[in-house]
């Protein structure tokens, strides 16, 4: 199993961009979160959706964040216009939720910087 | 409502010594209680997780948490830390079937030659 796989790894661009992050799931999971991690405000919660359906949204900072999962095996967030506080990194996790608490597997991140 | 506490930001120890990275944490009712670890550069691993079976619970890499209801702690132990064992853990609760997590603000583990 290849595990959650994010791209790009890496990315930097100028203030007013859009950003667009990729995330590719674990096989067979039918739940999928997206997480930012700064040194400031540590791990935060931004949006889970279970079977594509995105159930918590109270995580997005503002207008110009939003996600989609328009299918199993792929999920995108998008920063329109992006800014420099949005520099962080930005994790997307998956897990099989059924009848208990499954942890969840994280990417390896896209740490997105903002100039 | 529910929430985790790590006691400490920053713990040293020198290789070879015991680990203690300690957790409390706040739950209406019974939670399940995960630790991870994020080495630089990388995404978050799954230590160990706690899910009202046993209340020691063994993990990766020689770890260990004890869930201690009456003390509402969950905290870390590995008896002879190395030098891989330098990270940053959390400390994790997830109060509902949603899968939803509350991260802890993380301690930054510290060891030394």
């Known amino acids: 199993d290849a595990g959650v796989i994010q791209s790009p790894r890496h990315e930097v661009t100028e203030m007013g961009q859009e950003v667009t992050l990729r995330c590719k799931p674990i096989s067979g999971h039918n739940s999928l979160f997206w997480y930012r991690q700064t040194m400031m405000r540590g791990l935060e919660l931004l949006i889970y959706?279970?079977?594509?359906?995105?159930?918590?949204d109270s995580g997005m900072p503002e207008d110009r964040f939003s996600a989609k999962m328009p299918n199993a095996s792929f999920s995108t967030l998008k920063i329109q216009p992006s800014e420099p506080r949005d520099s962080a990194v930005y994790f997307c996790?998956?897990?099989?939720?059924?009848?208990?608490?499954?942890?969840?597997?994280f990417g390896n991140g896209t740490r997105l910087t903002v100039t | 409502a529910q929430s985790v506490t790590q006691l400490d930001s920053h713990v040293s120890v020198s290789e070879g010594t015991p680990v203690l990275l300690r957790c409390n944490y706040s739950s209406s009712y019974s939670p399940s209680l995960f630790w991870y670890v994020q080495h630089p550069n990388k995404g978050l691993q799954l230590l160990l997780k706690y899910t009202s079976a046993a209340t020691l619970v063994k993990g990766i890499n020689g770890f260990e948490a004890e869930f201690k209801k009456s003390e509402t702690s969950f905290h870390l132990t590995k008896p002879s830390a190395h030098m891989s064992d330098a990270a940053e853990y959390f400390c994790v609760v997830s109060p509902s079937n949603t899968g939803k997590l509350i991260f802890g603000q993380g301690t930054t583990l510290q060891v030394k030659p």
């Open positions: 959706f279970n079977n594509n359906v995105p159930i918590d």
């Open positions: 996790a998956s897990s099989f939720q059924g009848s208990g608490n499954s942890p969840l597997h």
